[in-house]
């Protein structure tokens, strides 16, 4: 009787936690009902739909065996698997990139290509719904007994992929893979069934989306417990065994009891996505303390200026807090990518700007570094300095970057407007139209700017009825002062007060706004009514930032920042050389249009000291020389080159290269 009891008060205690309300504020619009229409967006959404896409195709089908793989499976017939165990998982990023893609650039051709995908992905799968070519061609006996395999990462990737195509097409049957295959896991691991740690997170994101889209709740409760099992030692597989370093895998303490950043970048981003997507659904407070204190963690000490993390090269992660090398940086592109997905869903939690912000800073800059302005050749790392050793290739062995950044872009989207029953809200500054369901009416919005080299916005509001709702726009972090997200514990600041306030008119006059959570909120006295126009202008001017003395690297030294843009130099622009320019506090730089390749730019010039060497070798001098710097992210398109993002102030030191 006492057990019945006690199993009573549990099964109680799970339907109490999935019947919470959801933390959720806002409620992001899906991509799929935006047309972006962006002078700086829409070409590269354009380009990754063919070029980037393209691509993904051929090393896919071609250059490499990841496709061959499902089909030997499919043959059954004892050929080996060729290339390495976690190499399914491009497929399916490719697959949802390409289905993105599709909803915005309908090809029917595309649409064939995604359908064989399919097909021979379905091939292989098992009668029991395993499916991951690795071990079904090297011997399923091994299945499930190394959590470090990817066999879950895989999967999500899948859901992903699967989830993303349904959407777009509203074809079924690779969500039914999909499902029939979380259903195989579900029978196989839970509570009273076997424990699991996922080696690398990305099952947890992928089964609230799964979730989400056959509202079936398993598929939460089991995202859920998979965030459950980690910090208690359950974990068995190279990663834990051999390395020894359950940091790595952030496996040291349970999610919920997490303060820091550690191990994996990657990793901790996508399971802090995940426990957000969680912690949305089921309302566990939990979750959200211990993510708020984390992203405090990465934010205030690990952060790059361009939004990217993860320093280290050896674990492609965190290190030490504020050890931020620039030459040696790792800064994967899936990371900033990570970022991005992380911040949006702290945002729709919070209704916080101060997300969205970092957000942005690894949009503009760590992750939009990683697509050649070609959109055909990649970063995998993203250093913030180089002697020229650097350089886009076409792909890696390791290539989850390329279709990474193709499926972020494509779904570009998803990032600019949100809304909750008190109105809309205006993230990201890229033009596009949309229609917005509130409570009240439906709204059409169109939004007219030329950010991020402006910050000039405009916004047609087109309500179905005249309602009475708000409008909030944010106001970005590097507009304000003293830091970008204006708190004491800033790793990056800038000593200048803006040149002059932001300004919001609406119906063509000056309108007075309140500032609340980083948006200004904008409600007219009476109803919003048709044509009405919202224009709101963030002046944009060159900062010269400086990152906290803790960042020993950066003593002495300024990046430069204009709006959301970081910038470097570059030796195209610069007589080859990156490392030979003083920039001294007291420098004012100009804007000038520029062009890197086909990219209309903003660049930023000045007249600087520079070290030259004497014509007989053996002296060097200063002299002033007017220099260029260029938006970050579009470095390294022009062959290798020297660059640097933080310059020197001052001469400190003087290394002899021969």
Known sequence: MKKVFLLFLVCLFQLNLFAQNSLQKIEFVNFSQVNVTDAFWKPKIDKVATKTLAACIYQTEVATPRIRNFERVARNKGEQHEGIFYDDSDVFKALEAMAYSLKTHPNAEMEKKCDEWIDKIAAAQQPDGYLNTWYTLKGLQDRY???????????????????????????????????????????????????????????????????????????????????????????????????????????????????????????????????????????????????????????????????????????????????????????????????????????????????????????YNGALDGLSLTGDRFFYGNPLASRGQHQRREWFGTACCPANIARMVASLGDYIYAKSDEGIFVNLFVGSNTNIQLPKTKVDVKMETNYPWDGKIKLTVDPEKNSKFKIYIRIPGWYLPVGFISTAEDLYRTPELPD?????????????????????????????????????????????????????????RIAIQRGPIVYCVEGADNNGKAWNIIVPLDTKFETIDYKIMDEPVKALTAEVPVVLVGEDGLSIRTGKRKIIAIPYYTWANRGKNEMQVWLPTTIKDVKINY
């Open 145 to 363: 007994t190394d959590m470090s395999m990817h066999e879950d990462y895989n999967a999500g990737h899948m859901i992903e992929a699967a989830v993303a195509y349904f959407n777009a097409t509203g074809k079924r049957k690779f969500l039914d893979v999909c499902t029939k295959w979380a259903d195989h896991f579900d029978a196989l691991f839970g509570p009273g069934k076997r424990h699991w740690v996922t080696g690398h997170q990305e099952l947890e994101l992928a089964l609230v989306k799964l979730y989400k889209t056959t509202k079936n709740e398993k598929y939460l409760k089991l995202a859920d417990w998979l965030l459950s099992e980690r910090g208690k030692r359950l974990a068995k597989g190279y990663t834990w065994t051999d390395w020894k370093d359950t940091a790595y895998a952030q496996d040291v303490l349970p999610v919920k009891e997490q303060t820091q950043i550690t191990g994996h970048a990657v990793r901790a981003m996508y399971m802090y996505t995940g426990a957000a997507d969680v912690a949305a659904q089921t309302g566990d407070v939990d979750y959200m303390r211990a993510m708020k204190t984390v992203w405090q963690d990465v934010v205030f000490r690990n952060m790059y200026i361009t939004g990217g993390i993860g320093s280290a090269g050896s674990n492609e992660g965190f290190s030490q807090d504020y050890d931020l090398p620039n030459e040696q940086a790792y800064c994967e592109t899936c990371a900033s990518v990570g970022m991005v997905f992380w911040n949006q869903r702290m945002n729709a939690l919070t209704g916080d700007a101060m997300y969205i912000d970092v957000l942005e800073r690894s949009l």
């Open 500 to 556: 002059s306030l932001w300004t919001v008119k609406l119906k063509g006059k000056a309108h007075i706004t309140t500032f609340r959570n980083g948006y200004c909120e904008i409600e007219p006295t009476g109803n919003w009514t048709k044509g009405d126009i919202v224009e709101i202008n963030i002046p944009m001017t060159v900062k010269q930032v400086e990152a906290r003395p803790e960042v020993k690297q950066n003593n002495n």
